[in-house]
């Protein structure tokens, strides 16, 4: 075991990690609510663009944001908003089979 993994779970037993746009916070456990509907990414610039840089290095983050408030939406069982969210990742990575599976799979839970 890691010496860093007994504080990791301390602090995990304490606390959740909510998406805030490409980054997390962390809140008391129990005290996450659903995303608020005003936190959004503004992918301007980035979305489609040729660029080798940002299609190598910042579209890959932008896409683990989206899923990362998809997973979250889905664990709060806000799937509508969820699959909004696997849309925006697959605007990203349209070839991404996981992320269309993953998608298709809470699209028939609501």
Do not use: C, K, M
């Amino acid at each position: 075991e890691a010496v860093w993994q007994p504080s990791v779970r301390a602090i995990a037993s304490h606390y959740d990690l909510v998406p805030s746009g490409v980054v997390w916070q962390i809140v008391p456990r129990g005290t996450a609510g659903p995303l608020l509907p005003g936190i959004s990414l503004v992918t301007r610039g980035v979305e489609g663009s040729r660029d080798a840089v940002v299609a190598g290095e910042i579209a890959p983050e932008y896409v683990a944001g989206f899923l990362a408030r998809a997973r979250h939406l889905v664990a709060r069982r806000d799937y509508a908003r969820a699959v909004a969210e696997y849309d925006r990742a697959l605007a990203f990575d349209p070839g991404n089979v996981a992320i269309a599976r993953e998608r298709n799979l809470v699209a028939a839970l609501h």
